[in-house]
């Protein structure tokens, strides 16, 4: 589908799925370098990350294990700047390698939340995974070692991202039309 109709929206196709994977592959492909024989845990945020956190997962090759955290920032299609935690972390994250697996940092103030949260559980390291993320909204300075893609500031759904909770199941990621 070349473009969606989403509640009042129109989207078209801006990223293919078999460049999406080609971009998963290679942000897995340098995990599995950099932290072999750390035993690192994946931290999924949900819900957006769950389609990129699946696919990274299957190409991790080293001893990993995976929990998901849930925060919420978004309302519509504007970040709300507010993050509130949702779902808690329920792992001893002490001296333990942390990967974080976002589907999109724009601003970047839910990721510094979850940064500021995980800090005071004591981890030797964390690292920041992301499918997405969008240089020119970037209110915050992060560490963001791997990053899939960086795009406009668009707004965009497919492949885990969403619109008032829809459209997170196509393959593909859309972008909205200006209208």
């Given amino acids: 589908m070349d473009s969606i109709q989403i509640k009042d929206k129109k989207f078209t196709v801006s990223i293919k799925e078999e460049d999406i994977l080609k971009e998963v592959s ?4 340098e995990i599995n370098r950099d932290l072999a024989g750390k035993n690192p845990l994946f931290l999924s945020v949900l ?9 990274l997962m299957k190409r991790i090759t080293i001893p990993c ?5 849930k925060l919420a920032s978004y309302q519509g299609v504007a970040s709300t700047g507010a993050v509130k935690e949702v779902i808690g972390i329920n792992e001893d994250l002490s001296d333990r390698t942390v990967v974080i697996v976002e589907d999109i ?23 920041i995974a992301t499918l997405l993320v969008k240089p020119e909204k970037l209110k915050v300075n992060l560490n963001i ?21 829809f459209g997170r199941n196509y393959k593909d990621i859309y972008t909205v039309v200006n209208e």
């Fill in 26 to 29: 290679r942000v897995a492909n």
């Fill in 47 to 55: 819900n957006g990350s769950f389609m990129f956190t699946a696919d």
């Fill in 65 to 69: 294990e995976i929990s998901f955290v």
């Fill in 105 to 127: 940092v724009d601003t970047g103030l839910t990721m510094q939340r979850l940064l500021e949260t995980l800090g005071t559980r004591g981890p030797k390291e964390i690292h």
């Fill in 145 to 165: 070692e791997y990053a899939a893609m960086s795009i406009p500031n668009d707004f965009i759904v497919g492949y885990g991202l969403d619109y008032d909770g």
